[in-house]
């Protein structure tokens, strides 16, 4: 069957790109043949090559294939726990909050950008969840509803601090927010590792019970699970993993909704197949955006402008060509 | 070989006093026209009746341009991010009214409150020339705008020119002018390098590592004066790089535009970069503060100076920073430039 | 076990739902391994009163007791084990395949991941419900009547000792509800016990054991003097003009013109 072979791809592609990954990038020193000496050990002299390839190659495709990666799953994930294909923890307010975070950070400097980045958008999906909360229920509307209304709160914050900053930490913010991964090194990729590790390996133990949790909160009470505590253990996990990626990598637009649609085209709703996939898909697909935008140019053009640039395309052309993932 | 050097030195003070009263004699000349003309950065002519008395500068570099003119006496409005920003200190020695915070502030480096210029009535707006909204509706209240845009030295020229007309301190304005291109042709003779042995410097901007000016900027130039060259070759005024980039650049030098929170040894601690020759031989620089070493104003041939330093010290051996200053000061500011001393 | 007297005993049960008494102060018992059903007019809180057994509705006054179990005090993996509820309707958002829709009732044996034994109930459930044909078909696109038979198929998957079914036939041609009362009645002949509220009293004439109506906000059942069926007592219950027409020992309800 098509789609076995499709998946059965996708479980091994992660490691080839990841290692093609490490000869693709703009320096002129480190060519593909100067690396294949550096790997063969042929060539002595090779210590900028070596600097290249395993200091700032090496961290950014790792930190790039963790932060697609767990965009993607807290994607998928929170999209089975609401009954929506149309959330992602973005839409959550984990975005405009964790952008207001760094903002803050970059103009007051109070806390380092990342942490503060982290506390904030976590703030900002509890703040979300918690308004949408009554009746110890968490409607699908009020949820939307109020994560658009937090958001909107959390934008105009962050105008504000933009508003009182001068231009160069004005431009600092902005390319914060468009996503940079350009920034990455050990050091990041260390902080972040822990965090992001931790939220998806909940979500993974906890992929097959999202399939019970998509079919509604009566009928996932009636087999025996609670639907109030699974959600919050896996939304709690969701943020911890978006808002890590978030803090190291800034926003990379829409590729939490993205990326869990692809993966449905191919493995169907099931979250016990698609949550692993989302994960090695979701990391795979981003690291190869990230090499073309290392590749295109001399300078470097935030990552979040080619997850749409490229992303949006690819989506509408499956979404036209096969059966999107649901109805109505 | 110091011998030659202090004469050579000797000659050329001689020849810049000489130029300098040589200037000062021309434009002493009584002007015979009451009106006062100038075209600003937009093109767009200026024309006003007399010279300027209300003036409100939005930007900070320009203000401190106008302080140079000692026409301080002519503003009334300025720039809100004069009060907050790390140079407030010097304003406050500069003026009583800024020190107070007296001096109003319609406006910041983006933002215009139309009313409260309005309200001020200025006989004439130093604003960014790109704040095309704000100028438009500045204008239909028959207020006359001088749009400002600097890419080059040059264009600080050309500005200081106009504020000196426009303010009626022209005389003034050109022996500052003259000045500032002495004291870098000066350093120029100094440091005079083969294109071969040209040091490679890396420009690095407050905001991170990675972000740095292309060949289209004010720092290109800078580098340029200095002797060096700049590492960056795109034409781009400013530029993210990739750190691979960095790495095949390999440059000598890398300077730190002035930034509170980071110092060169957080740069040289940076695990990724540790065989660029700048780390390597710890060549790592940070600019002092932002008020010394502002490019966009004339007090941009101390940034040069400060640069080939780096860059050349035995070359600039005569050169010390600290006199350097003062004498800029002093030059500059005029008696207020004492203070800023201390 | 011993054999308990009573599968659920509700005392003094009463429940508001914003405001509005929707059951008051009411006692009954459903017995054990029969097909119990509950009838009575559109709005008067048979579903309700379903929910309320199932768990789902909280904040009740009144003790209900499940096979001996304090309701309140049953955890959710607990309950799964005791009762298992279906839904009048049930809106599916993503297209799960019927396999996968049926395996969420293991959910209760199912810690994280479900194990082949799981899978093998599931494929027997699917059969005894007759849908094995469709286990590989989306949830969604299936007609009303066969999701509802995948949901039956679900609760076999569960295998709980009570069903609380909420009209069970309401989206059934006229075969599959003989086809699903007939398995109702099979399931209770192997010691289930199942509580149907049902909108067609013809239908649970034909085929249930135990009769209980809703009426005023209380569950009542004929008393011992008369059957369920007769035409005097129903018209308690059921307003307006109808009439029972005997038929195979017990009756059908009919309404007719003045």
């Known amino acids: 069957m098509n789609r076995r072979i499709i998946q059965i791809l996708f479980y091994i592609i992660p490691l080839p790109v990841i290692l093609a990954s490490l000869f693709i990038g703009p320096s002129h020193t480190a060519t593909p043949g100067a690396i294949m000496d550096l790997f063969l050990k042929t060539s002595d002299d090779s210590n900028l090559i070596k600097s290249i390839v395993f200091d700032v190659r090496l961290p950014r495709i790792l930190l790039s294939f963790l932060v697609g990666g767990s965009l993607a799953i807290s994607g998928c994930s929170v999209q089975a726990i609401f009954r929506n294909p149309l959330t992602d923890s973005y839409i959550l307010g984990l975005s405009s909050g964790a952008a207001f975070g760094a903002a803050l950070a970059l103009a007051y400097s109070f806390l380092p950008v990342q942490l503060s980045a982290f506390i904030f958008g976590l703030l900002a999906v509890s703040l979300s969840y918690f308004t949408a909360r009554k009746n110890k229920n968490v409607s699908i509307v009020s949820l939307i509803l109020s994560g658009i209304i937090v958001s909107g709160i959390f934008t105009a914050l962050l105008t504000i601090v933009q508003f009182f900053s001068d231009p160069f930490k004005l431009q600092s913010i902005v390319h914060w927010t468009m996503g940079n991964l350009h920034n990455a090194n050990w050091e990041k990729l260390r902080s972040s590792v822990i965090p992001i590790t931790v939220g998806v390996f909940v979500i993974f133990v906890y992929r097959w019970r999202l399939n019970v949790l998509a079919l509604g909160d009566d009928e996932a009470k009636t087999v025996g699970i609670n639907p109030e505590r699974d959600k919050i253990i896996i939304l709690i996990a969701a943020t911890l993993a978006s808002s890590s990626a978030v803090a190291v990598a800034g926003i990379i637009g829409l590729y939490g909704l993205l990326v869990p649609h692809m993966i449905r085209m191919v493995t169907g709703p099931d979250n016990q197949q698609s949550i692993p996939l989302n994960f090695l898909f979701g990391g795979t697909f981003l690291l190869i955006i990230d090499d073309f935008s290392r590749t295109i140019s001399s300078f470097e053009i935030p990552i979040g402008v080619f997850t749409m640039l490229l992303g949006a395309p690819f989506f509408i052309y499956l979404m036209k060509k096969t059966n999107i993932g649901w109805n109505n | 070989m110091s011998i030659t050097k202090t004469i050579c030195y000797c000659l050329l003070f001689s020849y810049t006093t000489a130029f300098i009263s040589c200037r000062q004699s021309v434009s002493n000349t009584p002007k015979s026209s009451s009106t006062v003309n100038v075209t600003d950065f937009r093109g767009v002519e200026i024309t006003l009746p007399k010279p300027a008395k209300r003036i409100i500068c939005l930007i900070e570099s320009a203000l401190s341009g106008i302080y140079m003119l000692q026409a301080e006496n002519q503003i009334i409005g300025i720039s809100s991010g004069v009060y907050n920003k790390s140079t407030f200190a010097q304003y406050a020695v500069l003026d009583e009214r800024i020190k107070n915070k007296t001096l109003p502030a319609p406006g910041n480096w983006d933002f215009v409150n139309i009313e409260s210029i309005v309200a001020l009535q200025p006989d004439l707006v130093i604003i960014w020339a790109s704040q095309t909204e704000s100028i438009e509706s500045i204008e239909k209240h028959g207020i006359p705008v001088y749009g400002v845009l600097l890419k080059s030295v040059n264009d600080i020229y050309k500005e200081i020119h106009d504020f000196g007309i426009m303010t009626g301190k022209s005389q003034r304005a050109d022996s500052l002018i003259s000045y500032s291109r002495n004291e870098i042709s000066q350093l120029r003779s100094t440091i005079k390098i083969a294109e071969i042995e040209k040091k490679n410097i890396y420009f690095m901007w407050t905001q991170g590592l990675l972000e740095t000016a292309g060949t289209t900027s004010t720092v290109n130039e800078l580098i340029e004066f200095a002797g060096a060259k700049n590492s960056c070759r795109t034409s781009k005024e400013h530029v993210v790089i990739n750190k691979e980039r960095l790495l095949d650049w390999n440059p000598d030098i890398i300077v730190m535009w002035y930034d509170p929170l980071k110092s060169p040894d957080d740069i040289v601690k940076l695990s990724e970069i540790q065989h660029i020759k700048a780390i390597k031989y710890k060549q790592v620089y940070e600019l002092p503060s932002v008020f010394l070493c502002d490019l966009w104003t004339l007090k941009f041939p101390y940034a040069i100076k400060q640069l080939a330093k780096w860059c050349y010290p035995t070359s600039t051996e005569g050169l010390n920073m600290d006199t350097e200053k003062q004498k800029m000061l002093v030059k500059l500011y005029g008696e207020k430039g004492e203070k800023l001393i201390k | ?258």
């Open chain 3, 1 to 258: 076990m011993e054999q308990l007297s009573n599968a659920i005993t509700v005392s003094n049960l009463s429940f508001s739902y914003n405001g509005s008494v929707i059951l008051n102060d009411l006692n009954i018992d459903i017995k054990p391994g029969k097909l119990t059903f509950i009838m009575g007019q559109n709005g008067s809180g048979k579903s309700t009163f379903l929910k309320v057994i199932a768990g789902l509705l909280v904040s009740h006054k009144g003790v209900i007791t499940i096979l001996g179990n304090d309701s309140d005090s049953l955890s959710f993996t607990d309950r799964s084990k005791l009762t298992g509820y279906l839904n009048q309707q049930h809106k599916a958002i993503f297209p799960f395949s019927v396999e996968d829709v049926v395996l969420t009732g293991r959910a209760g044996f199912i810690r994280y991941v479900p194990k082949e034994a799981d899978k093998t109930a599931s494929v027997n459930a699917m059969r005894k419900a007759g849908v094995l044909h469709l286990r590989n078909r989306y949830y969604t696109e299936l007609s009303g009547g066969e999701q509802q038979m995948v949901m039956i198929a679900r609760l076999l998957a569960q295998n709980p000792q009570i069903l609380l079914l909420d009209e069970p036939t309401t989206h059934l041609d006229i075969s599959n509800q003989s086809h699903v009362l007939s398995l109702l009645k099979q399931l209770v002949s192997e010691g289930m016990t199942i509580v149907a509220v049902m909108h067609d009293p013809n239908l649970a004439f034909l085929y249930g054991d135990d009769f209980l109506f809703m009426k005023n906000r209380k569950i009542i059942r004929a008393d011992e003097s008369m059957q369920a069926w007769d035409t005097d007592f129903l018209k308690t219950i059921y307003e307006g003009n109808i009439q029972a027409i005997p038929f195979n020992g017990r009756a059908l309800l009919i309404p007719y013109l003045n």
